[in-house]
């Protein structure tokens, strides 16, 4: 299991928040625009004298082209590496987090072509050329959260917050199929993502409004 640390500034903010210098609701909007628990760890790679990633004959390719959030990035990957961790070490998308690491909590839900899976259980290998969607790809250049996030926002649905962002990629996955879904359809889209402080409620509440307000 991978081992999440507070950054500093997340930890400061936390403070602010007791010390009347943040609202709560300001800082659930940060947390839900770009997941702002950031990991402390480091993906260890394997490169010559040089820096350069060695090439085995009939090896994987290891520089691949990935799409995420609109824009094509290039990647050194190793054959048997998650999407998770690509994203998280390789591309700094911290927004999707690692909770169980084997497809059972939902934190690192991100969007496929539009599909929610769990990116700790997929090898990146296996999305080239495909849409890959993350948390931060939800917000718009300007600075407008989602639909999802903001409803999110509003019903102050987060309580720690860890598990938001894939609560929202479920709830945006679901919109996108189902604009008008009833609170028992909603609950079953999310029921693939924990919360361990029991939010779920507030969590549909969010997914209800949005799509009202949609």
């Known amino acids: 299991m991978q081992v999440e640390t507070f950054d500093p500034e997340s930890t400061q ?7 009347g210098g943040l609202s709560r609701r300001e800082l659930i909007k940060s947390v839900i625009a770009s997941g702002a628990v950031v990991s402390a760890g480091t993906l260890l790679v394997g490169c010559g004298p040089s820096g350069e990633t ?4 009939g090896g994987v390719e290891r520089l691949i082209s990935l799409n995420v959030n609109g824009k094509v990035r ?3 990957v190793l054959p048997q590496e998650t999407l998770a ?7 700094g998308l911290t927004g999707t987090k690692l909770g169980c690491d084997r497809g059972e909590c939902g934190a690192c839900t991100i969007l496929i072509d539009d599909v929610p899976i769990y990116s700790c259980s997929t090898l ?6 495909r849409g890959v969607t993350t948390v931060e790809g939800l917000q718009a250049a300007d600075g407008t959260l989602h639909p999802v996030q903001q409803a999110f926002v509003d019903e102050l ?4 917050g860890y598990c938001t962002p894939g609560q929202i990629m479920s709830a945006v996955a679901l919109l996108k199929t189902n ?3 009833t609170r028992e359809e909603a609950r079953q889209a999310l029921s693939g993502n924990l919360c361990r402080c029991g939010a779920y409620d ?4 969010g997914v209800m409004r949005a799509a009202q307000e949609a």
């Open 124 to 129: 990146t290998h296996s999305v080239k050329g």
């Open 54 to 57: 060695p090439v085995q004959a």
């Open 157 to 160: 649905s987060p309580q720690c």
């Open 13 to 19: 903010a936390m403070t602010d928040v007791s010390r």
């Open 202 to 205: 507030h969590y549909l509440n």
């Open 85 to 91: 961790q690509t994203l998280r070490y390789r591309l």
């Open 74 to 76: 290039r990647v050194d």
């Open 179 to 181: 604009s008008n879904p």
